[in-house]
Nanobody, 121 residues
Framework: QVELVESGGGLVQAGGSMRISCVAS????????PGWYRQAPGKQRELVAG???????VYVDSVKGRFTISRDNAKNTVYLQMNSLKPEDTAVYFC???????????????WGQGTQVTVSS
């Protein structure tokens, strides 16, 4: 089994910055298409940023130029650097990934438990 654990959320003022992290642990041979999603109260979960299968980062339009996704494969960690934060960025942020286990070629999809990001105006 695999566990994804997010950290680094909290309260920040509008215009500020925050970096959240997601560490994967367990039976991991490789991690594919890791990404960050968010869900605000009363809204559907949406993709914020992720890595496509070609390795290129993709972003939702509302965060382009402000957020940057990165990864450290040696540490099985994905980061989301968030700059120029706005109150509308307030949400629970979840990481997700497809994981290939040792001894199995099939990808399994995992979600983290989420970390709250609150941007005050």
């Amino acid at each position: 089994q695999v566990e994804l654990v997010e950290s680094g959320g909290g309260l920040v003022q509008a215009g500020g910055s925050m970096r959240i992290s997601c560490v994967a642990s367990g039976n991991i041979r490789s991690i594919d298409v890791p990404g960050w999603y968010r869900q605000a109260p009363g809204k559907q979960r949406e993709l914020v940023a992720g890595f496509a299968r070609n390795g290129n980062p993709v972003y939702v339009d509302s965060v382009k130029g402000r957020f940057t996704i990165s990864r450290d494969n040696a540490k099985n960690t994905v980061y989301l650097q968030m700059n120029s934060l706005k109150p509308e960025d307030t949400a629970v942020y979840f990481c997700s990934a497809d994981v290939i286990h040792y001894g199995d070629d099939r990808p399994y999809h995992y979600w983290g438990q989420g970390t709250q990001v609150t941007v005050s105006s």
